[in-house]
Structures are given as structure tokens and as C-alpha cells.
């Protein structure tokens, strides 16, 4: 059956979403299993001695041929060393990529129509074209780029969302984003304003707020086991917390627990405790949400809603402290770490079948100077268009998408968690 595909590549976890044409309609987006049934793979990416690149966790304790967290550094001159060998952050995810693409041909056994890739909506358009030269140097020649907050206005807008104007904010695992989006008269969305960010803030913050909890509780237990003792007992103390931190989402009180020479050590926190630890943090990223409200000269007033996106938003406080800081709907998805990649396959369907234009367009603000747009369907350049209405174009016909070729270094193709 004739699919598109949306990835989103951030930074701790990759998601894909597939939309399959049904006639002249396209189902709703449904996420791709990518690692051993969940539709999550870390963003990690491992040069094994056989010259492979492997993605998933780690296979190798050798940190020098493991690389994550290197989607924020595309455009930097610096390269990355992988193995030895230097890698630019643009090529890495790339690759990255070719292997979601790769594993979805494999499963829906064909190409797809049309592939769309979120991207932090504060990009210039140097790191946007250097990520298209490095896709299409891996065969990737169509792939259309979209903000990240435009995907996940797409997802929430398929779910319902009639609002013409809104402020996304997505929290990740270890990156932060808040920017307004708007409706467009063809019914899709852009972003305006000045869009905020922080690629070092997000959930791992949380975890390790409860991780340094737990070390200072069992500080003295620690030190009896000795060095060695201690050192394996905090080995899992990171995935751990993250466990905890989910639970405490829906529960009230949750257990850190420690495997110790002496036996299982608990210590319990309550999710008081637990806001109250990460409070400042989710504080600093509502204040930049705030930013970038005001960067546009919008009134609460003016605004339909708050988009949520990322597994951190599931964090009670969240939408606590947004809900207190704007008095405008907050919404969030059953699962808000793929609402980016369910967009970006929603935005993948307007490529291929790209919607009327609407004689008048819902309450729309004024253009803002500056302000930068991604309006579907968008041709590779897109970014290079003057702000205000695209102008009319013909209908297109997208071509099936060929596979990526083989890159110098070498994908695994074994399933699992390491792909």
C-alpha cells in the first residue's frame, strides 16, 4: 500500500510514523516499531570492530567508538571522532536516517512517497542545507525539512486541534524548544516570532535530580560496599530514575531502588519531592516559552492553545506551571514522544497531495519581521522564500523515493535494539 513517512531524529530517542493512502485519503499516522517492538530508538549510534555502524544502544564499552546527542551540532566545523575516525554531525544523522528509511522499506516492503524530517525550529537555513547535502549524498535527494514545532502543530491539528494560533512546547530527554505556529491559508501550519531553545535542558535533568537524591540518601551504605561495590551498584542508578520519574507521573509515591552486596536498598520519594527537585528547571523553560510569546507582541489572549510534545511533558508540573504562567487550553497527546513524528508524516501527505487553498484564512496575526516560515508542500529551497503567502502552485507528482546507498560506513542490518 503507497505510505509516506515523518522521522524525528532528537536528541536522546528517534521516532517514525507512517501514513498509508487509502484512494484519495490517508490514514491516520501510526508509528513504525524501530527497536525490538517499541517505536523508540535511542539516538545513539556505534562503530563496531567490524566497521559497521550499529544504532541503538551501545554493543562495545569502548566510549570512543560511540557517539549520541549529535543532532545539535549540525553545521559545526568541528567533526565528531568516531573510532578514530571523524564523522560531521550533519553525515551522522543522516545516517541515522537512511537506517529509519531502510528499516521502513523493509517493513512496509516498498519505498515511500514522500519522507518528512523535523528539525529544531531555531535553525538558520546553512544547517537545514547541509543536512539535505549530507541526505542526499546517502541517496536521500526529496526529503523535505520541517520546524519541529510545525510537525508537532500537524499531529495535534489531525487529533482535533482547530485553533489558528498556538505556542508549541516540546520538552525532550535532553533538549528544550518553545515556538508560535500559526495557520496558514492553505490550512497548514509555520512558525513566527522568535523561536527559544536549550539543547541542555530537558528529562535527563530529571533524572539525575533524583539520581543525586538517592546518592545522598545512601551515601553511607555506599561507602560501606567499597569502591568497586559502589560503583556497581550505581551502574543502573540513571535508568533507574527514569523509571521513577515516569511512575511518579501517575503516582503519588514511587521507590528508588539500589542492588547492593548487602541486598535491595529503597528510597522513597514523593512526587512533591520530586517537583520540588526539578522545579527551577521546568521553571527556566516556561520563562522561555513566555519569550516566545512576547517575541511576537501576542497577548495570551491571541493565543488558541498550548501544543505539548516529548516524553518530559508527561511531568505533571509541566502543565501545572504552564497553565499558571498562560490561562489558555494546554494540550498534550497519549504519547507526546512521537506527536513530532506523527506530524511530520501528516506534513508527508500534504507533499504528496497538497490541500486547496482556502479563500479566506482563519484569524491570522500580523506578519512579524524576522520571522521565519515553513509552509507545506515545501520545495528543498523553501527557506530561501521572502515571508507572506506562497504563492499558487501546480500539483505535483512526488515519485517513490529510491534507497539510500550504502555509506562508507557501513549500516548493521540486524533488528533489535542495536537495529
Known sequence: ???VLGIDIGSSNTAAAVARRRGTTWTRPEAVPLSAGSPLMPSVLCLVEDGSLRVGEPVTDDGSRTTRDFVHRIGD????????????????????????????????????EAI????????????????????????????????????????????????????????????????????????????????????????????EALAEHARTVLARELAATGRRGAQAALRGLRAECDRVKRVLTVDLTADVVLTLPSGPARVPV???????????????????LLRAVRSADLTPAQLDGVLLAGGSTRVPLVTELIGAALAVPVEVEPDAQLTAATGAAMA??????????????????????????????????????????????????????ELPKPSRLALARSRGREG
Open 77 to 112: 566545523d568541528v567533526p565528531v571522532l568516531l573510532g578514530g575516525e571523524p564523522c560531521t554531525p550533519q553525515t551522522l544523522t543522516a545516517e541515522l536516517a537512511a537506517w529509519v528509511v531502510e528499516r521502513v522499506h523493509a517493513l512496509e516492503g516498498g519505498a515511500a
Open 270 to 288: 514523593t512526587r512533591a519531592q520530586f517537583e520540588a527537585m526539578i522545579r527551577p528547571t521546568v521553571q527556566a523553560t516556561v520563562d522561555l
Open 1 to 3: 500500500m503507497p505510505y
Open 348 to 401: 508527508a501527505c500534504q507533499v504528496v497531495s497538497p490541500r486547496p487553498r482556502q479563500t479566506a484564512p482563519a484569524r491570522v496575526p500580523a506578519p512579524v519581521s524576522g520571522a521565519g516560515q515553513a509552509t507545506l508542500p515545501a520545495p528543498r529551497r523553501a527557506h530561501h522564500t521572502v515571508p507572506g503567502d506562497p504563492p499558487p502552485r501546480p500539483p505535483v507528482r512526488v515519485l517513490p523515493l
Open 116 to 207: 518528512v524530517l523535523s528539525h529544531p525550529a531555531g535553525w538558520r537555513p546553512y544547517r537545514r542545507e547541509v543536512l539535505h547535502r549530507a541526505l542526499s549524498d546517502l541517496g536521500l535527494r526529496h526529503v523535505t525539512l520541517l520546524p519541529r514545532t510545525v510537525t508537532v502543530a500537524e499531529s495535534h491539528a489531525a487529533r482535533g486541534f482547530a485553533g489558528s494560533t498556538a505556542v508549541v512546547y516540546a520538552l525532550g530527554g535532553n533538549s528544550f524548544e518553545a515556538a508560535l505556529v500559526r495557520r496558514t491559508p492553505r490550512g497548514t501550519y509555520e512558525t513566527f516570532g522568535t523561536p527559544q531553545g536549550l539543547d541542555s535542558i530537558g528529562g535527563a535533568d530529571f533524572d
